[in-house]
């Protein structure tokens, strides 16, 4: 009930092209979902994050889609860049942030 | 906003001792987060504080493990007869009152022997 799973593990992505990261989830009292980005040797930081209540968040090249029917919610990454080679973990929780359930991470390459 | 600072950044560490870290919050922010992470993993909850008050522990914070936030600035994680399965980046995360984004700090890595 707890868990948020995530795929892929890892993904190589051209230059310019779209990064696609999955994450699924079981308890419907989750009423947020965020993103964090993590680079080596720094904490996460959060990158993008949406409500049940819209299908799709957008900021810059960041876009979440959320299916609430499918418990389901996935980032997109548009004309990917090498600066973007991190590990991404989705996240969710019931109330404001707290105690957030984060998904086991997908790490990013982006080839130049 | 000068950031999360955990100190230290690593600690190595053999089994059987036991271990503090500090975590100083972004200032003004009052709840202060307590998160672990494993090789490979995504963070895992262990606690959270708004200001002094401890709210939450996770079954994961087991009874060698304690966490203070005197005076509700800095915080204290206390792992006890630590194990080589405490090997783990804990992380810090701090947030303003009433808001979602939590802030993490750069973590600290222990390494048990």
């Known amino acids: 009930q707890q868990q948020v799973k995530q795929s892929p593990q890892s993904l190589i992505v051209q230059k310019g092209g779209i990064s696609i990261i999955n994450c699924a989830y079981e308890n419907t009292a989750f009423d947020y979902f965020p993103w964090y980005q993590q680079f080596p040797g720094k904490g996460p930081a959060l990158l993008i994050a949406?409500?049940?209540?819209?299908s799709e968040k957008k900021e810059g090249r960041f876009t979440i889609s959320f299916n609430k029917s499918a418990k389901q919610f996935s980032l997109h990454i548009m004309d990917s860049q090498p600066g973007d080679s991190a590990t991404y973990f989705c996240a969710a929780s019931m109330e404001y942030g707290n105690k957030l359930v984060f998904g086991a991470g997908t790490i990013l390459r982006v080839k130049s | 906003d000068t950031g999360v600072s955990q100190d230290p950044r690593h600690k190595i560490t053999k089994r059987g001792q036991n271990v503090t870290f500090r975590c100083d919050p972004i200032s003004e922010h009052n709840r202060l987060y307590w998160y672990r992470q494993t090789l490979g993993q995504g963070p895992e909850f262990l606690t959270y504080f708004q200001n002094e008050a401890q709210l939450e522990k996770s079954r994961l914070l087991s009874d060698r493990f304690s966490a203070e936030r005197p005076k509700g600035s800095f915080s204290t994680l206390e792992i006890q007869r630590t194990e080589q399965g405490d090997s783990a980046m804990y992380l810090c995360?701090?947030?303003?009152?009433?808001?979602?984004?939590?802030?993490f700090g750069p973590g600290t890595r222990l390494t048990v022997l």
């Open positions: 995360a701090s947030s303003r009152p009433g808001r979602e984004v939590l802030f």
């Open positions: 949406i409500r049940p209540d819209v």
